[in-house]
């Protein structure tokens, strides 16, 4: 079965770890590495835009999910032990960090309806915990005022629609291949299901593109890579 688990509010502008920013979305991939280490599979770690409340400092308020694979509920109790661990010990100790797991694939009704009104307007923490108590969702505040459970809650729900911009593939090690030219049928192996220009024609397996930064698009389940066209060349883009 299928696992989401959600992760917000880790920073508060940057957090400097050996020299490097260490932001949410590097707290989320730190976390799916450490997981992997103890033998989950991975399947990508999204990024879902939320509406930027007043208290965010961040650049960008997004919370950030990792989709992976588990067997039993002593797998879902290890994953929470593993989540709360690395981030307690990455997140700013300024920062509002939460947590969220949720095992259902599809989503509660009302779970969707709360998770998508947070892209656009802000949501209390109080709808959040009274939801996610009604439908088993685990919230784990880490410290604070808890406001990252709300964006932690709501990326694990709108993870299990199918959607959201990856920024990994953990199994496949997606992020070892960037800054290089790479053929479709290279890409195709790394975890993407498809490569596409923005007008949504298919790449065939023998053309080549250069791949930057890997930021596929996961659409209904299946991560697409899109390119645009750059001279002889094609080039991967993120397109928002």
């Known amino acids: 079965m299928l696992l989401f688990l959600g992760i917000d509010d880790t920073d508060a502008k940057v957090k400097v770890v050996k020299g490097s920013k260490l932001g949410t979305g590097r707290v989320a991939r730190e976390v799916a590495n450490e997981l992997m280490r103890h033998g989950f599979k991975v399947l990508w770690v999204t990024r879902h835009q939320l509406m930027k409340s007043g208290t965010n400092t961040s650049g960008n308020n997004s919370a950030k999910a990792i989709t992976l694979e ?19 010990e990455l997140s700013l100790p300024s920062s509002n960090p939460g947590i969220a797991i949720n095992p259902h694939k599809p989503p509660p009704k009302d779970a969707v309806e709360l998770a998508l009104r947070a892209s656009s307007r802000l949501i209390s923490l109080s709808d959040v915990l009274s939801v996610a108590k009604r439908h088993g969702i685990d919230t784990i505040c880490i410290r604070r005022s808890c406001e ?5 809650f709501s990326a ?26 790479l053929r479709v049928s290279e890409i195709l192996k790394l975890g993407i299901h498809a490569v596409r220009d923005v007008n949504g024609h298919e790449l065939n397996e023998y053309e080549y593109v250069y791949v930057g930064k890997f930021k596929p698009y996961l659409e209904d389940f299946k991560p697409v890579l899109y390119v645009v066209k750059d001279g002889a060349l094609w080039r991967a883009v993120v397109l928002d």
């Open 70 to 88: 588990v067997s039993s509920t002593d797998d879902i109790r290890y994953v929470r032990e593993v989540a709360t661990r690395v981030v307690s």
């Open 148 to 152: 990252g459970v709300i964006g932690a």
């Open 156 to 181: 694990s729900v709108l993870a299990t629609l199918g959607y959201g911009r990856v920024l990994d593939i953990p199994y496949t090690g997606l992020r070892n291949y960037m800054n290089k030219m």
